[in-house]
Structures are given as structure tokens and as C-alpha cells.
């Protein structure tokens, strides 16, 4: 049998020709390279991995398939069982596309933020102490929710900073409405809480008695204003318990040099404003040069430094001169006692709240050291980050309750004098002690 080829016809062959001389010409001369194709590699029939040479894949996965990464999921920083207190920082890390998130207390929405970063601050004093939990939803343009997990927190907020301003020789029927008392009234009675019962120590004037009181629960037997040398005290009293407990306290006196112990009247101080220095533990034994004494008794003037450079102690006992305690009005700011009371309370209450020693845990006490005459109420007002707002109450209080109240603060005891058996003013705030 014979084979018979195929001639081309020569047209046809003369194109073939041509096109091969073109593509010579456009590759410089040189003949292209051939590709190649490797051939899979052999497999006993299983799935290959591309890129896995040895065609070999992981138990449980599937090479055919793309292995898409994990969804983002949306994140607290608050760590999971945290105790917090005051002001607490929650930030919250979103998936790609989030457009606002909604932070949430207990399942109620606490803040809502539009753009990143995602955070906001939880003022924990807005829930009472114990077991809370913190949530957040990421919400992209289109809807979609992404859910943290509840994180679970333990709020503990507690006084550790007790601020007392004592002032003078006014009814709280004389302050409470008084056209010379618009701080008192327009600022004060809303931003805290007051008692309209706060009773004058009964049957208990002048100013001196009133103050020991406040110190030690008692009147000590002291009926007059006489300085310390006349009365020497040796008894428990209130900056005694804190100073063996280790907590720390001074006196601010308006008016004092600050470089001796303050024993007799200068300027417009007067010792009988300033209980703790008729206790002879703080005195020194009636010794001007005490240091103990100089160290805890200081100037008004240093405050506001202490607060700025959180040095404040733990307990402050403030006592304003005699013209800006309400107490005279002769060679003072002007002829209305209490006006001169209210505008120092506009400027000296500001620099306390607006401290860290006061914002983490703060609470202070503003009254009166006894009435122009008869037991009738004196005013107190508390402020506190944990204090009820605008709140009052009809309870029926003393000096006794300020220093119970104080001792339980502080965790010191015994309860001195007619603090044993004091009401404590607890119901003025939401989180006590």
C-alpha cells in the first residue's frame, strides 16, 4: 500500500512562507522560545494544594476551597471581671466599615459615638457599686450589627477624700432664699444635696464648744471662746484617730504665716475656729514651734497648690478668715455678712471640685458652727460625685452626724461622744461611704 502526499497549493504556501519571514523580522532575528507545560504532579487520586509541591494537604482542610479569614469581632478594652471606679475609659475595636457604635450598660445604651476612635468615658458613679456589665454594637453604613461580648464589671466607688468647710453664726432660715446668698442657693442647692433639719448642738453657744464638738463628739466642758492655753485637752478626737490610723490630714486657716503653731489670733484667724489645735497631741503641749503642729495647721494659701499637685490629704478642715465666714461684717468686704460668706464660697468651691482628689471620690461638707440663738437648724450642704443631686431631707441631724459620718468614711474608731448614737448622713448620697 502506498502512501500518497499532499501537495499545498503554492498560494497557499507563499503566505505560510511570508508570515513567518514577519514574525522572524519583529523578534530581532531570533526564533521565540517555546513554552513548556510541566505536567501535574502524580497523586493517588486526592486533591492537590497549589503551591504544595509534594501534593500533600493538612487533615481536614480542603486545598479546592479559599480559606477565608475570621470575621473581625468587636472588642471592649475593659478587661473581663475589672473592679472600676469613677471616671472608667472604654474604648471599643470595630471591623472595617463601622460607621458608630453604641456602648451599652446593662443593656441600656450609655453613649453613642460617630467616629472613630470608638471610646468614650463611663462616669461609674451614674450606677450604684456591685456587678454591671459593659457591651458595645458596631453598626456599619449598610446595618449590619457586629456585638461585642457583655464584659462584666464590679463598680466600687467609694469617699476617700473629705473636704469640711466650716462657717458662722447664721439660722439656715437666714441663708436658705437670701437675695445675699446666690451661690448658695442658685449653684450650691443644685449641684448638691442639703439637709433642712441640721440642728444647732441644743442649748450649745458660743462658736468654741460648737468646733470641739465637731472634733470629738462632745463639748469637752468648754462653755466660752478661750484660746488653747485655757483650755487644755488631752481626750480621743477625731485628727488623733485619722493620725494613728494613717490618714492624712491638715487644717487650712485663712489669715495664718504658716511658720509657727498658731496658738494665739493674727490678722483675722482666731484659734477658737480651729478645734483640732486645743488638743495637745496637735499643739505640741502648747509649743509654738511644734513641728507637728506647723506640719498639719497651715495656710489657706496652699491649698489650691495641694490640689493642683494632688497633694491634698485625705481629710481637710477649712477655716476661712472672720470676714469670709459670715462672721463679722466690720473692715470686711462690705457691711452684708453673709454676701461676703457666699462670693468666698463662689471662688473656694470651685478649686475642690474641680480636683482629682474631689472627682475620684470627693465629698464636701459645708454648715455652720452653731445659730444666732436657739436650737433651731444651721444648714448643712453636701457635695459629692456620689451625692443625689438637688436632694433634701427633713432628717433630724448635729455635728454629731458630720463626725460619725467622717469615722465611718475613714473606717476609725471608737465613735466619739454623741457620734455613738448619731444618724449619719447617708441618705444624702447615692453611694455611701
Known sequence: ?????????????????????????CSGGQTPPQKTTTPPPQTDGGPVSVGDPGGQVPPGEDAGTPIDPPPVKTTLSVASGAVVAAAVPVAATVPDGTSKVEFRLDGAVLATVTAPPFSTTWDSYSAGNGAHTIAADAIAANGTVTPSDPVP??????????????????DW??????????????????????????????GLHPSLPNYIW????????????????????????????????GVSWKAYQEDIPGTNCPLDP????????NPALYFTDVNGGLDYNSTGCISHVRP?????????????????????????DMHDNSGCQSSDAIKNGDTWLSQAVP??????????GGALFITWDESEG????????????????????????????????????????????????????????????
Not at 466600687?156 to 468647710?165: A, E, L, R
Not at 433630724?396 to 475613714?410: K, M, P
Open 153 to 170: 464589671v464590679t463598680v466600687s466607688n467609694h469617699i476617700n477624700h473629705v473636704f469640711i468647710i466650716v462657717m458662722e453664726n447664721h
Open 214 to 245: 465637731l472634733e470629738s463628739g462632745g463639748n469637752q466642758n468648754v462653755w466660752d471662746d478661750g484660746g488653747p492655753s485655757s483650755h487644755v485637752l488631752n481626750v480621743q478626737h477625731l485628727t488623733g484617730l485619722l493620725e494613728k490610723a
Open 266 to 273: 493674727v490678722n483675722k484667724y482666731f484659734p477658737k475656729h
Open 374 to 433: 436657739g436650737d433651731v437648724p444651721i444648714g448643712l450642704i453636701a457635695l459629692s460625685p456620689m451625692i443625689k443631686p438637688g436632694y433634701s431631707n427633713t432628717v433630724s441631724y448635729t455635728h454629731s452626724s458630720t463626725l460619725r459620718s467622717i469615722e465611718e468614711i475613714f473606717g476609725v474608731s471608737p465613735m466619739l461622744g454623741g457620734a455613738a448614737a448619731a444618724t449619719d448622713l447617708a441618705d444624702l448620697f447615692k453611694v455611701f461611704p
Open 1 to 25: 500500500m502506498h502512501l500518497r502526499s499532499i501537495s499545498q497549493p503554492a498560494a497557499v504556501r507563499s503566505v505560510a512562507v511570508l508570515f513567518a519571514a514577519v514574525a522572524v523580522a
Open 173 to 202: 432660715s437666714q441663708i436658705k432664699g437670701s437675695s445675699s446668698a446666690p451661690y448658695i442657693n442658685q449653684t450650691l442647692l443644685a449641684q448638691g444635696a442639703h439637709a433642712e433639719k441640721y440642728m444647732n448642738v441644743p
Open 351 to 360: 478649686q475642690i471640685l474641680g480636683s482629682s482628689a474631689y472627682r475620684n
Open 300 to 324: 489657706y494659701t496652699e491649698l489650691a497648690n495641694d490640689l493642683e499637685t494632688g497633694k491634698a490629704p485625705q481629710y481637710s478642715f477649712i477655716t476661712p478668715n472672720i470676714c469670709n
